[in-house]
Nanobody
Framework: VQLQAFGGGFVQTGGSLRLSCAAS????????MAWYRQAPGKQRELVARITPGGSTEYTDSVKGRFTISRSNTARRGYLQLNSLKPEDTGVYYC?????????WGQGTLVTVSS
């Protein structure tokens, strides 16, 4: 599976963005799909995760603001970012994992100005 993330950009506090992750290859529907982010000078952290069946989980700091979704037929994952804050700034990576398999996209930069 190859992943390509896009949709990042520069927004002001309170703005919104929609990130997309396009998957190529077979089996996307059986992978857990996730979004991680890495802020400048910080470690990469899990933002949100969605199972093949659609169950979701979020890190506490984004609950109520971000929404993860997926389309297995389109082989795409999405992350809707609302009410953005400067602390949401970072490179966002999509990830697909199943058993011992772990795939990463190249990252897309989100910058939120204060």
């Amino acid at each position: 599976v190859q992943l390509q993330a896009f949709g990042g950009g520069f927004v002001q506090t309170g703005g919104s963005l929609r990130l997309s992750c396009a998957a190529s290859g077979n089996g996307f529907s059986s992978f857990v799909m996730a979004w991680y982010r890495q802020a400048p000078g910080k470690q990469r952290e899990l933002v949100a995760r969605i199972t093949p069946g659609g169950s979701t989980e979020y890190t506490d700091s984004v609950k109520g603001r971000f929404t993860i979704s997926r389309s297995n037929t389109a082989r795409r994952g999405y992350l809707q970012l609302n009410s953005l804050k400067p602390e949401d700034t970072g490179v966002y990576y999509c990830n697909a994992a199943r058993g011992g398999l772990d795939y990463w996209g190249q990252g897309t930069l989100v910058t939120v100005s204060s």
